[in-house]
């Protein structure tokens, strides 16, 4: 049966789209670990990465709700945070409508370096797609920007 109105063609690209899927990743993944180098280094786990980014992202979060996001132990949650707090990146502010909880969110500082930190890594994508690439292959790219961000909004 034909649950999506594509299944001619999904059978026909399966292949295809196997071996697609083994180059693009670890390109993909190459690419990724360029742009992080592009910012200056941080003395942060890929935890604490984590939880600045969701909240940078999703705006303010308790603990157990980070910890249920993250997919973690509140108590492994707790103790990412408080290293967080510690280093001044973020903030603790009282629930108006329950002050047994404390949502955290991102410091100014926080905040500030999220921004430099982008900034190099865009600066160092602007300045190497011009210097690599052409008019054509930029409009090749930009057309596979399109079918990228639709495999990542995939469910």
Same mark, same amino acid.
């Given at each position: ?65 980070? +910890? ?14 408080? +290293?967080?707090?510690? +280093? ?36 160092? &994508? ?11 292959? &930029? ?9 990228? +961000? ?6």
């Amino acid at each position: 049966m034909c649950w999506n109105g594509r299944m001619e063609t999904d059978r026909a690209a399966g292949p295809e789209a196997a071996a697609l899927a083994g180059e693009l990743r670890p390109v993909l993944a190459r690419l990724s670990r360029r742009l992080r180098q592009q910012a200056d280094p941080v003395d942060l786990t890929g935890s604490q990465i984590n939880v600045l980014v969701r909240l940078e992202r999703d705006g303010p979060a308790t603990v157990s709700g980070l +910890a249920r996001a993250e997919g973690v132990r509140p108590q492994s949650m707790g103790a990412t945070v408080a +290293a967080l707090e510690v +280093a001044g990146l973020l903030r603790r502010d009282p629930d108006p409508a329950d002050g047994r909880k404390a949502p955290l969110s991102l410091t100014p500082e926080a905040r500030e370096q999220f921004a430099a930190h982008r900034l190099a890594k865009e600066d160092w &994508l602007q300045r190497t797609l011009a210097r690599e690439l052409d008019a054509d292959e &930029l409009a090749r790219l930009r057309d596979a920007l399109a079918l990228l +961000a639709r495999i990542a909004d995939a469910g």
